[in-house]
């Protein structure tokens, strides 16, 4: 997920792997990016989460272009989910928009599923974590 709009765009990378490594990947990366925003907004930039939000738009933009092509089966199944997942993830952004939500530890956004790398420490490996509230 690292090279998401850099060596590929995300259209063109998700379809490299399986529904669920994509679906994943996708939730971290919503996750990282969100916590960013919030970083911004508190650093002074006041319209960090709105622009957030229009990535995610363009994003579910350029998916829905290609399930209006021809596509595998399998493929398009995938697509699809991601897409419906990336919806709600947007309206969750919409939603920090609209409340004027500024702190990452305001209940809009602890209450939300969010997904985290995590290596613990003296291991190579990481793993997934998924949080909400205060869990």
């Not at 960013?36 to 994003?59: H, I, P, S, T």
Request: a negative charge; glycine letters at 2%; proline letters at 2%.
């Amino acid at each position: 997920t690292d090279n998401w709009e850099v060596d590929r765009p995300r259209e063109e990378w998700l379809k490299d792997y399986n529904a669920q490594i994509a679906l994943v990947a996708s939730q971290v990366v919503w996750t990282e990016e969100v916590t960013q925003a919030f970083d911004e907004l508190e650093g002074g930039n006041e319209n960090a989460m709105k622009d957030y939000k229009r990535v995610c738009d363009d994003r579910i933009e350029k998916l829905i272009k290609l399930v209006q092509g021809e596509l595998p089966y399998d493929l398009r199944v995938k697509i699809m989910t991601i897409i419906t997942i990336d919806v709600h993830s947007r309206d969750v952004v919409e939603t920090l928009v609209n409340k004027k939500c500024t702190d990452i530890n305001s209940f809009a956004w602890q209450c939300q599923l969010r997904f985290y790398w995590s290596q613990p420490q003296g291991s190579e490996q990481k793993t997934c974590v998924i949080r909400i509230c205060d869990w």
